[in-house]
Nanobody, 123 residues
Framework: QVQLVESGGGLVQAGGSLRLSCTAS????????MGWFHQAPGKEREFVAT????????SYADSAKGRFTISRDNAKNTVYLQMNSLKIEDTGNYFC????????????????WGQGTQVTVSS
């Protein structure tokens, strides 16, 4: 089992930046893919980015490319999502997730989830 805890959310003005963190524990992480998902108010959860613990291969949703960067610090068991040029539509809960194997965009393919961290982008 993997336990995931997110942090770093908050209130920021449009155009600003935040860095979210996700710390994992409970088992060896080397074979996992980590993902970030965004859920806007009243909408379904959507893929943002993924990264492999081993090798660091990344993938991004089109809406995140050029603005968001996913990274990880293996020694700290922590995944980050650096969010720049934030837009009002980025508002919502951001969830960290993990799955065995390769990258996936479908949230249903992820096995472990954090409780989320709230991001609010104001005008």
């Amino acid at each position: 089992q993997v336990q995931l805890v997110e942090s770093g959310g908050g209130l920021v003005q449009a155009g600003g930046s935040l860095r979210l963190s996700c710390t994992a524990s409970g088992r060896t992480l080397d074979t996992l893919t980590m993902g970030w998902f965004h859920q806007a108010p009243g909408k379904e959860r959507e893929f943002v980015a993924t990264i492999r613990w081993t090798g660091g291969l990344t993938s991004y949703a089109d809406s995140a490319k050029g603005r968001f960067t996913i990274s990880r610090d293996n020694a700290k068991n922590t995944v980050y999502l650096q969010m720049n040029s934030l837009k009002i539509e980025d508002t919502g809960n951001y969830f960290c997730a993990a799955r065995e194997g390769g990258a996936a965009w479908d949230s249903n393919l992820y096995d472990f989830w954090g409780q989320g961290t709230q991001v609010t982008v104001s005008s």
